[in-house]
């Protein structure tokens, strides 16, 4: 979810190569960089994994939106902590799209010029302090609901970044849900901000997932290479069956007047997000769509000069070092 | 009574730290962003040990958060230098070098103060603060001799932050330890990193005050704390 819609590209590679690699993943096996694999698996995972770490450090913007408004030290301790986190949760995930032959100034500049994309959910704005709770204990809930099957994913590299990172983002999913019980038992105000926060993120959350499996038609040959666990529905199914009663124990109240529990199924019926919305943010038309491409795109504009001199710095060195031996 | 040097400290570590917290996501690189990060969140945590104490002591019933969101620019006593616009990369780490050099000298000397809790505190800020002054350290040197660009950039932030050095080591009666008294071994390690970096420091030492003294801040400061304070300020019923 924090990569969705990733096309599987279909493979023509040796198909006794591809029977012998299938038969690794079926067994288990985890794939190495090393190892032989199909070109469309190097070139699906590249996909989705890039997109991964562009969604951590796109992510970084919504929630840095209120660090220097966080409104207590600790609050704001916490808060730089969690979007430093999202920067290191970027950086391991970029490494790990290298292990693939592909450098993270590529993949930067296919962030900048559209060809790549972020988590949806990170085109939305975040307008008060208690979408720092939505955020945390909504968006990481969800996140976290994909990203836990992921840690055994086929690619080796990308299930171990996955073991750091879901570590962490269950500890922000926590802060999260701490920050909604402050406000949801706050004053009138805060009970509003709470209330707020809900009713703008319920859906773009449950985009998160992607669209239902009846219309997301790449799926089949990820999960036959284990680089996708479960299908889109059944994530969105467990996310809201855990958040629901979360919901109810803070008082607040999901914006769906159909939700209702299923005896027989055992589990809620719920209302779909609008998923013309979905794809208008795909195509780059969310709310803060442009605003967060215009900052990472100024970042790295700014900070060209920096990059350029720590590498020449580097050169002199090395070269002296050279010198001197 | 200590309270306002308590105060000078807790305030320079707080603005600092905001300021430098305000890069979080904007950084030239990741590896930057995540050390600007630490950096800021070390700045943070020893905010609250400061004031702190500072509350504590003054006996008023007030938090470092009530000392930090409730008052007004006129009684903060941070340095000038600290409450300076990050502007591009260059300034905000030259600016963070500066600092640093007079941060971890005033930190070793009061880690020796015969008050404990005082000495405790900056034993434990010691510890970050050296890693801080390595880290910028590096930056200006690597930035000062890396590239023509980054060498004129860097040398236009020593000028423009220049003036607000001597304040650091004005000193009075409410300072925990004479700051006069540090300049020769912040000089002294000036000179090498700046030889280093191949900078050159400027020849005057003309220098504003201000800051630490409540006298005049730079207009920047209210805005920082406009922005800062907003939510505790706006509803002051509420608890976070």
């Known amino acids: 979810m924090y990569a969705q819609m990733i096309k599987s590209e279909a493979t023509q590679d040796d198909p006794e190569k591809l029977a012998a690699f299938q038969a690794r993943i079926d067994a288990g096996d985890k794939i190495e960089p090393k190892d032989w694999m199909p070109a469309g698996y190097r070139k699906t995972l590249i996909r989705q994994i890039g997109q991964h770490a562009h969604s951590e450090i796109v992510g970084q913007l919504p929630e840095g939106n209120w660090i220097t408004r966080a409104p207590t030290l600790e609050r704001k301790a916490i808060l730089l902590a969690k979007v430093q986190d999202e920067a290191g949760h970027g950086l391991y995930l970029y490494c790990a799209a290298e292990t693939l032959g592909v450098s993270r100034d590529e993949l930067t500049e296919m962030l900048l010029d559209g060809r790549m994309k972020y988590s949806s959910i990170f085109a939305y704005p975040t307008l008060t302090w208690a979408d720092m709770g939505a955020v945390g204990w909504l968006v990481d809930g969800a996140a976290i609901m994909n990203q836990v099957p992921l840690q055994r994913t086929s690619y080796g590299p990308y299930a171990r970044s996955m073991v750091r990172i879901c570590k962490e983002e269950s500890f922000h999913q926590r802060q999260g849900f701490d920050i909604m019980m402050k406000m949801a038992n706050g004053t009138n105000t805060q009970k509003r901000m709470a209330q707020d926060a809900l009713n703008r993120f319920w859906y773009p959350s449950l985009m998160m997932f992607g669209p239902s499996d009846k219309e997301s038609v790449h799926s089949e040959q990820s999960m036959a290479w284990k680089i996708k666990m479960n299908s889109n529905d059944e994530l969105r199914q467990k996310f809201v069956d855990q958040t629901v009663p979360q919901a109810e124990y803070l008082g607040l109240t999901i914006p769906d007047e159909t939700l209702a529990w299923n005896e027989e199924k055992g589990e809620y019926d719920f209302a779909e997000p609008d998923w013309s919305e979905f794809f208008d943010v795909l195509k780059g038309n969310g709310p803060c769509s442009v605003e967060r491409i215009e900052a990472r795109q100024k970042a790295w504009d700014d900070g060209a000069w920096v990059r350029e001199a720590r590498l020449a710095h580097a050169a002199k060195k090395q070269a002296a070092k050279v010198a001197a031996e | ?240």
């Not at chain 2, 900078?199 to 209210?222: C, I, N, Q």
Request: proline share 3%; net charge negative; aromatic share 8%.
């Open chain 2, 1 to 240: 009574m200590s309270v306002p040097g308590l105060i000078r400290m807790g305030d320079n570590t707080l603005v600092l730290g905001q300021r430098v917290s305000e890069w979080c996501g904007h950084a030239p690189a990741l590896e930057e962003d995540i050390a600007l990060a630490n950096t800021a969140l070390d700045l943070i945590g020893q905010t609250q040990l400061w004031l702190g104490l500072a509350a504590e002591r003054e006996g008023k019933g007030r938090t470092a958060d009530t000392l930090a969101y409730h008052r007004d620019a006129w009684d903060f006593r941070n340095l000038l230098l600290v409450e300076q616009p990050n502007q591009d990369f260059g300034v905000t780490m030259m600016r963070q070098f500066l600092f640093d050099s007079w941060h971890l000298e005033a930190l070793t000397t009061l880690a020796e103060h015969d008050d404990t809790e005082i000495s405790a505190i900056a034993q434990k800020s010691v510890k970050e603060v050296t890693y801080h002054r390595e880290r910028s350290s590096d930056t200006v040197i690597a930035l000062g001799e890396g590239t023509e660009e980054s060498h004129a950039r860097m040398q236009a932030a020593l000028d423009r932050l220049w003036p607000y050095v001597g304040e650091m080591f004005s000193t009075d009666g409410d300072d925990l330890t004479d700051m006069a008294a540090l300049r020769p071994a912040f000089d002294t390690y000036l000179e090498t990193v700046l030889t280093e970096a191949t900078l050159v420091r400027p020849h005057s030492d003309f220098a504003h005050m201000g800051g630490k003294t409540g006298a005049r801040h730079t207009e920047h400061l209210g805005h920082m704390l406009a922005t800062m304070q907003v939510l505790p300020r706006s509803y002051p019923d509420a608890t976070w």
